[in-house]
């Protein structure tokens, strides 16, 4: 009998690479060369999440499919019961793979960065920007997915004027990269004691973080690279040297900034990270733009450039893209977004 979906998932494809990268991996001189032997072992995850998972559930489709035979002659209520428990399993199984089949960005697998910054509206905007942090790093967390902040700036009054932060997980591109934009807040403020309606606005921005595989040349000519002291609350830890490295690359305008780590050297090498990564997702928009014929501007972090809007005193959040929205507004904010993101995904966003 034929493996079910597979030609969707190109299955025969995948089963002879994932019996090339076994053989290559039980080759005892693989582990000569530690960074290859990681790739094929990340290659080998990614192929057994499709080889192995069709494979078994073909074999549990033909079982269960015995088994009703089975009880239906013999009248087996109990029997045709567990079938039945099994089947929506099952069921589930195949969700996920339909899901995962929408994930056709070579990115979609690695692992990303996540920059939120303020936008317009001040002290108001600098909450909503941390608002917005607290919900994606829950998000991460209900994934499983491991967080480090890599850069935050506190806002004057209150929240925060911008923060960075890494997402490491199976998929993590592939999920968050559709939450690029811009996010608008409409609540009744509580910095304003007259209890007055305001909105703001703060951007998210997603970008995969690229392994070497992935060659991206940067000619140092074209970066500036500055160096200042990190920004904290004062007090016996605030820094005294110019630890922080900020890297401008001329050419795209593209700035990424580092500040956490204890010294230059360290915030040198997680800002030129950072810097190759940003630029590949900006060649890999740009293609994409070129082909959908997408508007080119994309950067204002205000009116005219949304992807949701959450209204809190109507309870209400909605995406605009794909006009999906819920009242759980508390929950949406407490980090479920899977609603959104599946919708984002379906439709191609």
């Not at 909503?128 to 607290?134: D, Y």
């Not at 499983?144 to 935050?152: M, N, Q, S």
């Amino acid at each position: 009998m034929p493996l079910i979906y597979g030609g969707i998932f190109d299955f025969d494809a995948k089963f002879e690479r994932l019996r090339t990268v076994n053989a290559s991996l039980e080759d005892p001189t693989v582990w000569n060369d530690p960074k290859r032997a990681q790739e094929l072992g990340k290659e080998k995850k990614l192929l057994d999440g499709v080889v192995v998972t069709l494979t078994d559930l073909q074999s549990n489709l033909a079982d269960n499919t015995e088994l009703f035979e089975m009880s239906r002659d013999d009248n087996d209520e109990a029997g045709l019961i567990t079938i039945e428990e099994d089947a929506a399993r099952l069921e589930e199984i195949v969700k996920g793979l339909e899901f995962r089949r929408m994930f056709n960005n070579p990115a979609d697998p690695l692992n990303c960065f996540v920059d939120i910054q303020a936008g317009a509206g001040g002290t108001e905007a600098c909450d909503w920007a941390s608002m917005l942090l607290r919900q994606y790093l829950r998000y991460c967390e209900r994934k499983g997915f491991k967080t480090e902040i890599e850069d935050e700036t506190a806002g004057d009054t209150a929240g925060i004027k911008g923060a960075s932060f890494k997402v490491e997980g199976e998929y993590a591109f592939g999920l968050l990269r559709t939450e690029t934009g811009v996010h608008r807040l409409v609540r009744k403020s509580p910095f304003d004691s007259s209890g007055g309606r305001h909105t703001s606005f703060a951007s998210v921005f997603v970008y995969p973080e690229i392994d070497d595989s992935i060659e991206i040349e940067i000619n140092p000519s074209d970066v500036r690279v500055d160096t200042f002291r990190a920004s904290g609350a004062g007090g016996q830890h605030i820094n005294k040297t110019d630890s922080a490295v900020r890297l401008t690359h001329i050419p795209t305008g593209i700035v990424v900034q580092c500040q956490d780590g204890r010294s230059q050297h360290s915030n040198r090498d997680v800002a030129w990270k950072r810097l190759r990564s940003r630029l590949y997702d900006f060649e890999l928009r740009k293609q994409q733009e070129a082909q959908q014929k997408l508007e080119d501007t994309k950067t204002d972090v205000g009116w005219g450039h949304q992807i949701r809007s959450y209204v809190l005193d109507n309870s209400r959040i909605k995406d605009l893209r794909t006009n999906f929205e819920t009242s759980a507004t508390q929950k949406v904010l407490d980090g479920d977004l899977d609603p959104f993101i599946e919708a984002s995904l379906k439709q191609g966003v």
